[in-house]
Nanobody, 126 residues
């Protein structure tokens, strides 16, 4: 069982930065593949970024590549998303997710993740 709690969301002007955090509790964080997803108003949930258990492999949606950076600290059971050069279209509720069981991992597929946080709202004003 893994519990995930996101924080760090807020209101920021276009071009600004935010750092999201996801605190994980329970067993197996360091072996879990972790992802960030977001869901804007009237939109489906979409993949943002993901990171392997060791942190050695990262994956990004094309829309955030070069602007967002995903990282993790396994000693602290923490996942992060550094978001720079924010745009109004980045406005969404951001969720962290953990994949603890998949044999073959598809980082961008929500169904591969078995634990989800409650989300943190990010609003980017123009």
């Amino acid at each position: 069982q893994v519990q995930l709690v996101e924080s760090g969301g807020g209101l920021v002007q276009a071009g600004g930065s935010l750092r999201l955090s996801c605190a994980a509790s329970g067993r197996g964080f360091s072996s879990s593949r972790m992802g960030w997803f977001r869901q804007g108003p009237g939109k489906e949930r979409e993949f943002v970024a993901a990171i392997s258990g060791s942190g050695g492999s990262t994956y990004y949606a094309d829309s955030v590549k070069g602007r967002f950076t995903v990282s993790r600290d396994n000693a602290k059971n923490m996942l992060y998303l550094q978001m720079n050069s924010l745009k109004p279209e980045d406005t969404a509720n951001y969720y962290c997710a953990a994949d603890t069981v998949s044999v073959g991992w598809h980082p961008d597929r929500p169904n591969d993740y078995d634990y989800w946080g409650q989300g943190t709202q990010v609003t980017v004003s123009s």
